[in-house]
C-alpha cells in the first residue's frame, strides 16, 4: 500500500496537470481516498465527506471519481450486485478477496499478475490491456458467524 501523503500528492499532481480545479470538497474526496482501507462506495465517500461540507451532493463525488478513473488515479471495482467501490491506494490492476457475506473487500499480497497476464496473452493471442482478478469466499468474520449460527466451528 501507497503511505496516504503519496497517494494525496499523486492524485493532486494529476489533476493540477490537467487543470482541474482543486475545490475544498475536492481535496477533502481525494483526503478519503488516499487513506481508505476498505475501498469505499462512492456513499460511503459522499457520507465520509458531508461531515465537513454538508451541503455537497453526491453527484460532485461521482464526477471526481470520474476524472480519476479516467487519469488511472483510482481503480473502480464493478459490481453488478452491490455498489461500486473505489481504490485510491493502489490504481494498478491487483487481486481482491472480496467476502460474499459482509461485502469486505482485502487486496492479498500477490505480486505474479503480470506474468499471469503474459501467459494469458500467450496462450490466446489477445493484446491483454486491463486485468481483474477476484476471489470470492467468506471473511474470517463472517465465517464465524456463520459457525456460530450453525453450533459448528468456523473452518
Known amino acids: 500500500m501507497n503511505p496516504p501523503g503519496d497517494r494525496l ?5 494529476w489533476l493540477r496537470h ?3 480545479r482543486i475545490t475544498p470538497q475536492r481535496l477533502e474526496i481525494l483526503k478519503v481516498l488516499a487513506v481508505s482501507e476498505g ?14 461540507f454538508p451541503t455537497m451532493s453526491l453527484a460532485t463525488v461521482y464526477k471526481t471519481l470520474a476524472v480519476l478513473k479516467t ?13 461500486n467501490r473505489y481504490d485510491g491506494n493502489r490504481p494498478e490492476p491487483h487481486p481482491h478477496c472480496i467476502c ?15 506474468a499471469l497476464a503474459s501467459l ?12 481483474r482478478l477476484d476471489f470470492y469466499g467468506l471473511c474470517p468474520a463472517c465465517q464465524a458467524r456463520r459457525a456460530a449460527a450453525s453450533g459448528n466451528k468456523p473452518a
Do not use: K, N, W
Not at 39 to 52: K, L, Y
Not at 102 to 113: K, R
Open 100 to 114: 460474499q457475506g459482509c461485502g469486505a473487500i482485502l487486496d492479498p499480497d500477490l505480486t505474479s499478475l503480470d
Open 9 to 13: 500528492e499523486a492524485m493532486l499532481g
Open 120 to 131: 494469458a496473452a500467450r496462450q490466446t493471442g489477445f493484446h491483454i490491456q486491463s486485468l
Open 18 to 20: 490537467a487543470g482541474c
Open 39 to 52: 475501498h469505499p462506495s462512492a456513499e460511503t465517500i459522499h457520507q465520509r465527506v458531508a461531515a465537513h
Open 71 to 83: 487519469a488511472g488515479q483510482v481503480l473502480e471495482l464493478e459490481f453488478s450486485d452491490r455498489d
